[in-house]
């Protein structure tokens, strides 16, 4: 738990975010809802490269309980956030992935490209995002309702709910 509510990281992936060539509206719109929701949020911000996103959310787990990472989930030669999430999870959360996609398809059939991975390390929470600011935002209000409870489970508040 964080100062005022669970602790968050947003993780950006994005060569040109890290490179500085855009600006990362993607992770701010993130942060701003996951802040809404009572969460105390930090960010990085990691180029396409699959050793430097595992070693983002390695570090990440030991500091927060939920991390986002948003971008490298399509199908692109340099998307390899699943692949760099899924060396890291220990146990993964297929249903969280299923509620955004199926959410994303209300909005659009390149909903279904998704490469997203969810899961658990320890008590720390990931999930992949989408890169563009409405897929992101739209698959974390998929999920952010259970996102609590899935928190405290982890936590290890298992008793009756």
Do not use: K, W
């Amino acid at each position: 738990m964080g100062v005022d509510g669970p602790a968050a990281r947003v993780i950006t992936v994005s060569d040109g975010v890290s490179g500085g060539a855009r600006d990362d509206l993607s992770g701010e719109a993130l942060a701003e809802m996951l802040s809404a929701e009572g969460y105390v949020v930090t960010r990085d911000l990691v180029p396409d490269e699959l050793a430097e996103i595992s070693q983002s959310i390695r570090r990440a787990t030991a500091e927060v309980s939920l991390i986002v990472t948003t971008g490298g989930t399509g199908f692109g030669p340099r998307d390899v956030t699943p692949e760099a999430t899924l060396a890291v999870l220990e146990r993964e959360a297929p249903g969280l992935v299923q509620a955004m996609v199926a959410a994303g398809l209300e909005s659009t059939p390149l909903a279904a490209l998704s490469r997203a991975r969810a899961g658990s390390v320890g008590a720390c929470l990931v999930v992949n995002v989408p890169g563009s600011p409405r897929g992101a935002t739209e698959s974390l209000q998929a999920i952010i309702g259970v996102l609590p409870h899935a928190l405290r489970l982890l936590a290890g508040d298992t008793g009756h709910h």
